[in-house]
């Protein structure tokens, strides 16, 4: 470096050579105008993949791609963002699975609405982090905000609280830390308790419905709770949990001397998308002095239904509830959050640390969340949500779900009118459970039928729908969160699912008769 009109040598800073290349990457006031290019050549990219896309997925194998991205020199960079998007486009754009196809039927994933893509935008140039005041400000405030807006749409009452997570599983995972943790306070105080926490841990039953979801078995795996922690009740007809069961339970677990550290109802399951009886569960776990945590990932986004909201009716009286915005509310991953009634016990998740939040901080009433988390680096998802709501608002992400949920409906009534099919439960949220019938089949075939069905339609990747099974039989299902997903869409992928199906029985009874068992 040297002084304009000046000679005059500058001492070496110890800047290693070529870190002036590496500096030009840096986002920094000297590179606004890269930062603009460099991102509105990906958002072109983007835009121009998502607009030629004819089918959610290519049908691409492991074993094609693989070698694709094995083959990449990671230690020979391009230097290049425009070499690096070709690339890239090679190796991930052309074949990702699109979830904005209206032909994309299977899981949990919803389209994304632009003003969270904005959001996602600016807090990732930012970069602020979550866990403390000094690295957040405002970002720590708007998450607050967003979390007291939850929790009144939920009605949790003055004394509630929460933090953004990961996602589901996270917000499960921490509510069980808490429902863990108050369990064992209680006890402690007890004069008859005198065994030591390992013996404690062991007494210690979660109980949820056969549908709930499996975080709730990693939950209790994690926290260190014995194998048969989590006591499954059975469910009713329409896959709701039995409450009679339930109370049932509760008592032999008395009886028994075990402690029934929580019981975990879910709004929405992942399969049915049926609601538990939030009301007569909320009753039970009252009288029984138990803690209720709803998992409502799936089903939060009746919390801005124009029209649905009862159906989360008694969900205001859990002691704390998940909630998935990267599911019903229309955000792009990650972007979830942990409710909780009594703000008090997130104190099971606060560690003072003397580098980042020291004990002192809490008598400044400094908001660091980090006291509130079980991360410590945290993305500001919460953002995608504000700019949400600030731009679109509320009740358009709940006329988005209820469009969803009412194509659901259209879609359950054009199977059970359909012979070549069956059709369980009837959803309340946007699910659809189903299987091919192939004429004179044994269950096997059957099972098998809907496998290949499923399969093939992924590999043609003109459609794509999920798996699951309902009493030990095979079945399909679409998870319906696209408005732009039509009837006719739907009736399409189901001629689809017919002829694969069948395709493979015929072919199997003509194997079958040719070279008979025996
Ligand atoms: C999806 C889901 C979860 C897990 O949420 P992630 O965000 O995937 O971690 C938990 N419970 C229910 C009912 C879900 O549908």
Not at 163 to 186: D, V
Not at 306 to 321: F, M, Q, Y
């Amino acid at each position: 470096m040297s002084l304009p009109g000046s000679t005059v040598q500058v001492p070496s800073t110890g800047v290693t050579p070529g870190s002036d290349g590496a500096r030009a990457h840096l986002f920094t006031a000297g590179s606004v105008e890269e930062y603009r290019r460099v991102l509105a050549e990906g958002i072109g990219r983007v835009a121009a993949r998502v607009s030629e896309v004819d089918r959610p997925f290519t049908g691409a194998t492991p074993d094609e791609l693989a070698p694709r991205i094995a083959g990449i020199d990671l230690d020979r960079p391009l230097g290049d963002s425009g070499a690096a998007l070709d690339e890239l486009h090679d190796v991930y754009l052309r074949d990702a699975v699109y979830f904005h196809h209206p032909r994309y039927l299977a899981h949990l994933n919803c389209p994304v609405v632009i003003p969270a893509l904005l959001g996602e935008a600016v807090l990732s140039a930012v970069n602020s982090s979550l866990d403390t005041w000094d690295q957040s400000v405002g970002g720590t405030l708007i998450e607050r905000r967003l979390i007291d807006w939850t929790a009144d749409r939920i009605g949790l009452g003055p004394a509630a609280d929460g933090i953004f997570t990961s996602g589901g599983t996270q917000s499960n995972l921490q509510a069980m830390l808490l429902a863990r943790e108050e369990t064992c306070a209680s006890l402690v105080g007890r004069a008859t308790e005198r065994q030591s926490r390992p013996e404690l841990l062991s007494r210690l039953r979660i109980l949820t419905s056969a549908a709930g979801h499996f975080s709730v078995q990693k939950a209790a795996k994690l926290l260190g709770l014995g194998a048969d922690a989590v006591i499954t009740v059975p469910t009713d007809a329409d896959r709701r949990m039995r409450t009679a069961d339930l109370a049932r339970e509760i008592a032999r677990c008395r009886e028994e001397g075990l402690v029934v550290m929580a019981v975990v109802a879910t709004g929405g399951t992942t399969d049915f998308g049926t609601i538990d009886p939030l009301p007569q569960i909320a009753d039970i776990c009252a009288a029984a002095g138990v803690w209720l945590h709803v998992d409502a990932a799936y089903g939060c986004g009746l919390l801005v239904s124009p029209t649905r909201r009862h159906l989360l009716d008694g969900i205001e009286r859990a002691d704390s509830v998940t909630v998935d915005y990267h599911k019903s509310f229309f955000q792009p991953v990650s972007s979830s959050a942990l409710l909780v009634r009594d703000r008090r016990v997130l104190r099971h998740a606060t560690w003072h640390a003397d580098y980042l939040n020291p004990a002192r901080m809490v008598e400044q009433r400094i908001p660091n969340q980090v006291d509130k988390s079980i991360q410590t680096t945290r993305r500001f998802d919460a953002l995608k949500l504000w700019l949400t709501l600030r731009i679109m608002g509320p009740d358009a992400i709940g006329a988005l779900f209820d469009e969803v949920i009412d194509r659901a409906a259209a879609a359950w009534q054009l199977l059970t009118e359909d012979p070549r099919f069956e059709v369980v439960t009837r959803s309340q949220l946007s699910t659809v459970v189903f299987r091919y019938l192939p004429a004179a089949a044994g269950r096997e075939v059957v099972d098998d039928a809907n496998l290949y069905a499923r399969e093939a339609l992924a590999a043609s990747g003109a459609g794509l729908v999920a798996g699951t099974k309902v009493d030990g039989a095979h079945y399909l299902k679409f998870t319906l969160l696209n408005p732009e997903t039509t009837l006719d869409d739907i009736a399409h992928v189901l001629d689809l699912i017919a002829e694969h199906a069948g395709w493979y029985a015929r072919t199997r009874a003509t194997a079958e008769l040719s070279c008979p068992v025996g």
